[in-house]
Every structure is written in structure tokens, then in C-alpha cells.
């Protein structure tokens, strides 16, 4: 287990192009991949991707369950690995929600984004076999968004309404009602 510091923006990694994996099973791949986890686990993210960790590589992971800042998950899902994601088809129905990011103030700021309704991804999973997904609601907001992190964008760049930007604590309060 091993717990990696995010890379905030600002450091120029966030705003790269990641690179494509071209070996799965190489080590660095699956350091990364279970440095990943690890590290989406302890900083209370329901996705993240291999560029917050300082590794420029096309790899993100997802887990949606009940976070410090997510109290009212209405869907769970288990672990996901996504490995040389491509977003093949997305909705044209789009969806407001709020979106905060470990690499944007280490998730002190949440955000109103539209994202498509759902998506299909396909990618290759940790062992390297290639899976296809289609994903709604949330999932299909966390793909977006992690997918956003491997072209080099964050979600304050897809945000319409800059006035929506709330502190962590605001934002807490407000799914309490
Ligand atoms: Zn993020």
C-alpha cells in the first residue's frame, strides 16, 4: 500500500497529455495502478487519475461509495481500472452536478459541471483485457471527468457558471437538506 501525495494544478503534469500504457503487467504499470487506488481511497475521491499522482500514463480509477464529501450516494460501485480509456459514444442529454477534484485545492472547492447523461468507455482492465462500459448518472460523470485529467483539463475549464464555485464545507452542508 502506498499512499501518494496529489499533484495540484499549477505543477505542468496536470496540464499534459498522458501518455498511452503499452505493457500492462510492466511493474511501473501496476505500482501505478495500485498506488492509485490506495491513494483515491485515503484522500476520500470517488475516481483518480495516474497524472494527480505524478504519473503521466493513460490510466484513471474509479469507486463510487459514501465519502467524507459524498454523504448521499445514492449508487455504489466497485473498483474499476481503466487503462488507454476512449470515450466511444456519450449522450447528447446532459446533466448538471457538482465535481470537486484532489488536484484542484486538494477538494476544498466543489463546482456546478454538465456532463454527458451516459457514456460508453472502452479500455483495457489491470490484467490488460479489454472490457467495454456503458455508464449513466454518476459513473458516467466520474469517467468524464477522470478522462478530462488525461488530456490535460480539470473541471473548474468545463465549469458555465463560475459562480456556482462553493468551498468544501458549503458544499457538505448543502446534501444535508
Ligand atoms: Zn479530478
Known amino acids: 500500500m502506498s499512499i501518494q501525495p496529489t499533484v495540484q494544478i499549477g505543477n505542468k503534469i496536470i496540464r499534459a497529455s498522458a501518455q498511452s500504457v503499452e505493457n ?15 491513494s483515491m481511497r485515503h484522500d476520500n475521491l470517488v475516481g483518480m487519475a495516474a497524472p494527480q499522482i505524478g504519473k503521466s500514463w493513460r490510466i484513471f480509477v474509479t469507486e463510487i461509495r459514501q465519502t467524507t464529501y459524498r454523504k448521499n450516494i445514492a449508487q455504489s460501485d466497485s473498483v474499476r481500472v481503466f487503462i488507454n480509456p476512449v470515450i466511444t459514444w456519450q449522450s447528447e442529454k446532459q446533466q448538471d452536478g457538482y ?12 463546482g456546478m459541471v454538465n456532463r454527458p447523461d451516459s457514456l460508453v468507455c472502452k479500455a483495457l482492465d489491470k490484467d490488460g483485457n479489454h472490457f467495454e462500459i456503458k455508464a449513466d448518472g454518476f459513473l458516467a460523470r466520474i469517467i468524464s471527468h477522470e478522462m478530462d485529467h488525461l488530456n490535460g483539463i480539470v473541471f473548474v475549464d468545463q465549469m458555465s457558471n463560475m459562480s456556482t464555485l462553493r468551498n468544501r464545507q458549503t458544499y457538505i452542508d448543502s446534501q444535508k437538506k
Open 99 to 110: 465535481e470537486g477534484c484532489g488536484s484542484v485545492a486538494s477538494a476544498q472547492l466543489f
Open 24 to 38: 500492462v503487467s510492466d511493474s511501473d504499470i501496476q505500482q501505478t495502478i495500485e498506488d492509485l487506488i490506495d
